[in-house]
């Protein structure tokens, strides 16, 4: 409990931080607001092609009863929506993160040189930052599928689906959310996904802490284009205080 309030004070310091230096965040809002125009564009075009997707997916349905081919495709154009907008809201983070590297690696930077202690490697070119956020998303978002996918469909359970599903749900979205969050900070020493992976579990309550007030308040129409600049420099001072904690000598 205690790391999970230290990562709710991280997530606070990080507006704190931005509040001062309004550039960083108009900087760290427009990847969010590209993101967010791209995946609106997405849906606004699925939603007018649907019927016609509907009916290339359930071709073995041309030859029903009016009735029942109708009921089969409105099931089917309901379904692939559906995951549209699941896939979305899963790599909406992966994406904001992967198309603003060059933006969020500059705001990391000031960030750690205002609080010293940053890393001397040298600064990664933005074709590579690119690739390597879009490959570690792409994998986040397959590991965030895996629990997603089972947790959508216990989600119609009675009772079960309207108490400890969404609990879970918000716990699997925050971790995974703190996973992209810390990214460009490790990304800076050097380090991949499976040792950011690593060094977070062993501070999942901090992780948690800054994942979840970001990723319920990211649900809200529009105030993401606030809350992930905000939520990306929490991120920074998360990275920071484990990998701090993981350089400290035993004993």
Do not use: N
């Amino acid at each position: 409990m205690r790391d999970f309030l230290k990562g709710v004070r991280f997530f606070g310091q990080g507006l704190g931080i931005l509040l001062r230096s309004p550039k960083l965040l108009l900087i760290g809002a427009l990847p969010v607001v590209l993101t967010t125009a791209l995946l609106t564009g997405g849906v606004i075009a699925l939603a007018y092609w649907i019927d016609d997707l509907a009916t290339l997916i359930t071709p073995f349905a041309d030859d029903w009863a009016r009735v029942w081919q109708m009921i089969v495709r409105i099931a089917a154009g309901v379904a692939v929506f559906g995951a549209a907008m699941v896939i979305g809201m899963v790599s909406f983070s992966a994406l904001t993160l992967a198309l603003g590297g060059p933006f969020y690696e500059h705001i990391a930077e000031k960030v750690e040189d205002d609080l010293g202690g940053a890393p001397s490697e040298a600064e990664l070119p933005w074709w590579r930052l690119l690739w390597m956020g879009l490959r570690d998303g792409v994998l986040l978002m397959l590991r965030s599928l895996m629990f997603t996918i089972p947790l959508f469909v216990a989600g119609f359970v009675p009772v079960l689906g309207q108490t400890v599903v969404p609990v879970l749900v918000a716990l699997v979205a925050a971790w995974f959310l703190a996973l992209e969050l810390v990214a460009v900070s490790f990304y800076r020493r050097g380090m991949d996904l499976r040792q950011r992976r690593l060094a977070l579990r062993k501070r999942r309550g901090l992780a948690l802490g800054l994942g979840l007030p970001a990723s319920l308040l990211c649900l809200i129409p529009l105030l993401a284009i606030i809350v992930f600049p905000i939520a990306f420099v929490g991120g920074v001072l998360v990275a920071r205080d484990v990998l701090r904690a993981e350089s400290a000598p035993v004993g």
